[in-house]
């Protein structure tokens, strides 16, 4: 049987080819070929995947890219908010534009935007980190990953400000802090104009650097113009040592903000006094010492806005031997009461200053807990009688009424001895941070009656800050102080 079919099978012709040439015509070269509305059903097919199997879509052809790339910012909680044109409308324009990433599938859509047609500079970025043990190092490796791919060699300029948050969720651990040195040497080495490290009072483990280590060696002089730093690292001997090195590349610098809250390093008070910042202008400093101060002033006579805070965190604060530093360019002076009153003790200032007296906060965390310390006030108010600021101003907040220490508002008979009426400045700027509209009411015609204490008030702002004062409150409170003081020029903000 075999044999037969053989046989039959060899007596067939042979098979000829078709002798027309095959028509190539239905085949598309690309897809750009493709009509509008059959490549939106091939997208719209291709978007029932699993996004994880999105990437290698996008990257396959141009024209599938920013399809996929769009939608896959936006479900990844990357955030773009653009900038407000004078007509009340968002810019077109992405270099007006602020970029946030927060959430953990951001960090991971981050690096399809830094590799997209897309990629453009834009104003600012902010990156909201995770404190969890988990999620720290994969975030900040997402970070730090993005600002390497960023070429180092041309003047390219992508973006002006780096904020980089800690959003509060720590568990106790201790993480590694090498990251935020890495993060912080990446931000140097940028062409941003301002950084930003907030990582309030999260536990980190720095280990020191070896001396031939190229961490913290400038390369390049910075074009950083503000830098703010929140971080209990600043307490770390082996952050400073890292500080310190980079701070000779800051030159450009005119706003330095130093900020923490736990016990300072004993090397904190020689890192303040050997910073040579020749353009400063602005400057905060946490927990420095009488010596250190001097010698961070003798060293920038130009700053002309200055913050304080914590000067007790080193311990006693001894009376100056050496005579009092004039500073003449000094206009703004921040802080609680008592830092202030410290402050002064040390430097000469200028008639025309004005002094911001910042609320006290038994957590830092909670500005509705503010307190009013009222001996520290008061004995600031009696050292302040003796000053020349006939052409100064004094800013001062008020709390609620139950976040006084002790009662400040006593005006008597003994009014003639409050420290007020010996304080000669020209205005006073009042805000009332409460947190309770039934202190708000409380507080006002206090404060029309407190403010006529000061003998050579010309003029003085009022502003709430939680609650919106009525036109009856306004009313009294204005016909309260023309009754005595018709001149005074009130404003309410």
Not at 148 to 177: N, Q
Not at 258 to 276: D, G, K, V
Not at 289 to 299: H, I, R, T, V, Y
Not at 437 to 451: A, N, Q
Request: charged share 20%.
């Amino acid at each position: 049987m075999s044999a037969s079919f053989a046989s039959s099978d060899s007596n067939q012709s042979p098979l000829k080819l078709p002798t027309k040439p095959f028509d190539h015509s239905f085949i598309h070269d690309s897809l750009s070929d493709l009509s509008n509305n059959t490549l939106a059903r091939l997208v719209e097919w291709a978007k029932l995947l699993p996004k994880s199997e999105w990437p290698p879509l996008m990257y396959s052809a141009k024209i599938l890219h920013l399809n996929f790339l769009e939608e896959l910012l936006s479900s990844s909680g990357v955030v773009f908010r653009k900038a407000i044109n004078g007509n009340g409308k968002e810019d077109g324009d992405l270099k007006g534009c602020e970029l946030e990433i927060s959430s953990p599938e951001a960090f991971v859509a981050l690096r399809h935007w830094r590799r997209s047609a897309i990629f453009q500079p834009i104003h600012s970025i902010l990156f909201i980190v995770s404190g969890r043990q988990t999620e720290w190092p994969v975030q900040m490796g997402a970070i730090l990953d993005f600002l390497h791919s960023l070429p180092t060699d041309s003047d390219d300029v992508y973006f002006s400000e780096l904020d980089v948050y800690m959003d509060g969720t720590a568990d106790g651990s201790v993480l590694d802090g090498s990251l935020i040195v890495n993060l912080a040497q990446a931000a140097f080495r940028s062409r941003c104009a301002s950084f930003t490290l907030h990582t309030s009072d999260n536990n980190f483990a720095l280990l020191p650097v070896a001396e031939n280590s190229s961490v913290g060696t400038p390369h390049l002089e910075s074009r950083l113009r503000t830098l703010r730093f929140n971080t209990s690292l600043l307490s770390n001997p082996h952050f400073l040592r890292f500080l310190r090195t980079w701070s000779s590349s800051w030159n450009n610098l005119a706003g330095l903000h130093l900020c923490f809250t736990c016990p300072a390093s004993p090397n904190w008070p020689s890192f303040i006094s050997l910073l040579r910042l020749p353009n400063l202008l602005h400057a905060l400093l946490s927990a420095p010492d009488p010596e250190s101060l001097f010698n961070f002033f003798g060293a920038h006579h130009k700053v002309i806005t200055f913050e304080l805070s914590n000067t007790g965190l080193l311990g006693f604060w001894p009376c100056p031997s050496a005579p009092l530093l004039q500073l003449k360019s000094l206009k703004l002076l921040t802080g609680p009461a008592q830092d202030v009153d410290r402050f002064l003790q040390l430097f000469l200032v200028p008639s025309a200053l004005h002094i911001d007296l910042e609320l006290d906060t038994e957590d830092p965390n909670d500005t509705r807990r503010a307190i009013f310390d009222t001996p520290a006030h008061l004995k600031f108010f009696r050292a302040l009688a003796g000053r020349d600021l006939s052409r100064g101003a004094l800013h001062i907040k008020f709390p609620d009424v139950d976040c006084f220490t002790e009662p400040f508002f006593e005006l008597s008979e003994d009014i003639v001895i409050r420290p007020e009426r010996a304080i000669r400045v020209v205005g006073v700027h009042v805000t009332l941070h409460c947190f309770d509209s039934v202190s708000v009411s409380m507080l006002l015609p206090i404060v029309s009656r407190w403010v006529l204490l000061f003998p050579c008030l010309e003029y003085m702002t009022l502003l709430s800050t939680c609650f919106e004062i009525s036109d009856l409150e306004i009313r009294d409170f204005l016909s309260s102080i023309t009754m005595v003081k018709p001149e005074l020029s009130i404003c309410f903000c």
